[in-house]
């Protein structure tokens, strides 16, 4: 005879792991829909834009990961009251990419330089059961959920560039086609200065699953999802019906979450599919795509962990390390150096740049508010043209200041952001340089 218990913790923890996006996706949209627009860069009401109108500092705590070489421009759609008209200027030839993600995290379109061009027109939004005719001229673009994040990304080269980015983000307009109406949320009750992450590490087993329910109802799984549904089933979980767990199945979901989460959070300490030089990458020849996953539930859950509404692997590749060229964690109590040949620079047809952050996957606070550096900044290269990137927690002096990524002085971890990546950077034909250690900081080593 089965043991139901640990069969209900098993289904439960595989259940977490499947709904954390979509949670999480709720969570944050609650959060970044409360408020008037113009009120935060990142704060409007669902069915219109907020733009971030400077770069993120080490304050930021809204989104995981968040890059200091776009301008964001962020908006949360309901299509349930019909379709949504996005319009876009003509940028003149600046990169911008205006990612959409379903309510399960999957990127489902991406207007923008490399697949629209930079010309400029108008897309209408429409959910999975609108069925209707557009005006002539406009291009539609079916979600697979009516909840709908766009991720808007303008390339910013700089402080000095900001106006003319806004120029362009005031451009960005959202309107309903016919007959809808902008809508806001309005849950008095709601936490809506909590970070969306930590609400959901929060949520006891039971109302993470009694959420997850309701959730499914109104953006329900795709159809390669079957197998999960009917697992989910055994439990009492039904898509597309309400759920509430007794006193006894709400112990197991309790152990299922707490299991799940640390599946996540594992999984998020090992490789991203490749590992080169002490950096994890995504293999693009392999299952674990990013932006489109599949049934690849547990690589979903960690996307969304630490890095909430990454890309297309074609419209950026973000190689990730957490340790040095040797294998040791990366920690402020080291200097560091990246070294880059000349004739291996990061391969992109836009442009490229290195972003530190701490466990938390936010910025970190320093003496000279930069927390990345890339092909845009005034780099110093060396005579042969090789470029040395130095990552440590001390200044190194105004000479190698222009160079300098500063760290913490505990543990930190790197990503690499290339945007646009050309053929060689998906392929072995790129090879990505070891973060070398040279040595203990002085303030360590004279202890």
Known sequence: MPNLTK??????????VFGYPLVLMDLSKQVMTHGKSGES?????????AHARSFPDDTFTDVVTPNVDTLYSSAWLDLSQGPVVLSVPDTGGRYYL?????????VFASPGKRTTGTGGGEFAIVGPKWNGELPAGMKKIQAPTDMVWILGRTQTNGKSDYDAV????????????????????SVDSFDYKTPPM??????SGKDFFERLAALMIANPPSSADKPMIDSLQSIGLISGKSFVASA???KDLEIGKQEGRAAIEKRAKGSMGRDINGWSTVDVHGPEELGSYGTEYLWRAMVALVGLGANLTADAVYPHAMVDSKG????GENKYVLHFDAANLPAVNAFWSLTLYNARQTLVKNPIDRFALGDRDKLSFNVDGSLDILIQNEDPGVEKRSNWLPAPKDGFN?????YWPKPEALSDSWIIPGVQNRGQAASRSAA
């Open 414 to 418: 790197l990503f690499l952001r290339m």
């Open 328 to 331: 040791q964690p990366l920690t």
């Open 248 to 250: 006894e199945v709400a």
């Open 98 to 106: 205006l990612e959409m993600m379903d309510a399960w995290t999957n």
């Open 166 to 185: 806004h120029a362009i983000q005031d451009q960005y307009r959202l309107k309903p086609l016919s007959g809808a109406v902008n809508v806001s949320l």
């Open 7 to 16: 069969d209900t913790q098993t289904i439960a923890r595989d259940a977490y």
């Open 41 to 49: 860069d990142w704060k409007a009401p669902l069915n219109q834009f």
């Open 198 to 203: 930590d609400q959901v590490l929060n949520l």
